[in-house]
């Protein structure tokens, strides 16, 4: 953990991805995938059997509009790459973003996140294999905690530690259905 603040407070990165400019507009769209790269399920007797769920948290290092645009573009850039998709839910205090798709791709976005300096106390809240996306539409939906069910007092208290992956998915599920309304 030491390590890492330091190499975070050097502004020395151990990101696989590539570095992205930091002027970039954080008022991006929502990136929805256009119909042809939806993945689409197969046609036949056989279906998806490593579609993947992981939902986790973090508390962010060096929070700014500059450090979160870049999150977003390397998420949306490796994601489209990967055919991950999924959400990401934050503000200065809390990082929560659910990722989904084939599971070796997840496990190693999921990878990413867990060696980028800009996320510490990272905690795993739902790991499982489903048999649908919620957020097939997006290669990584930006919500800036409108939806959070959670206030920065309630997280500070431990409300997400003792959240259910139920009730951590309900939230999801929710976000995707108000992006699903109010499409950007």
């Keep these: 953990m030491r390590r890492k603040l330091q190499s975070a407070r050097r502004g020395v990165s151990r990101k696989t991805c590539a570095r992205l400019p930091r ?7 929502a990136t929805r995938r256009s119909p042809a790269q939806v ?8 279906a998806i059997t490593d579609l993947f769920r992981l939902i986790y948290s ?4 060096g929070y700014d509009s500059a450090t979160l645009s870049n999150i977003l573009l390397d998420a949306r850039r490796c994601n489209e790459r990967d ?12 990082y929560l973003q659910l990722l989904e798709g084939p ?21 795993t809240h739902v790991s499982e ?17 409108n ?27 929710e976000l ?5 309304a109010n499409p950007e």
Aim: charge should be negative.
């Design 23 to 29: 002027n970039v507009d954080t008022n991006l769209p």
């Design 39 to 46: 993945p689409r399920p197969p046609t036949g007797a056989f």
């Design 58 to 61: 973090s508390q962010p290092f």
């Design 83 to 94: 055919d991950v998709t999924g959400a990401l839910v934050c503000r200065h205090d809390i």
């Design 103 to 123: 599971r070796p791709m997840v496990e190693a976005a999921f990878a990413r996140v867990r060696r980028d300096d800009r996320h510490i106390d990272i905690r």
């Design 129 to 145: 294999t489903v048999e649908d996306r919620l957020f097939a539409d997006w290669a990584m939906l930006h919500d800036p905690a």
């Design 147 to 173: 939806s959070l069910i959670w206030t920065a007092a309630e997280i500070e208290d431990g409300a997400l530690e003792r959240a259910s992956p139920d009730d951590v998915t309900k939230m999801f599920r």
């Design 176 to 180: 995707e259905a108000k992006a699903r």
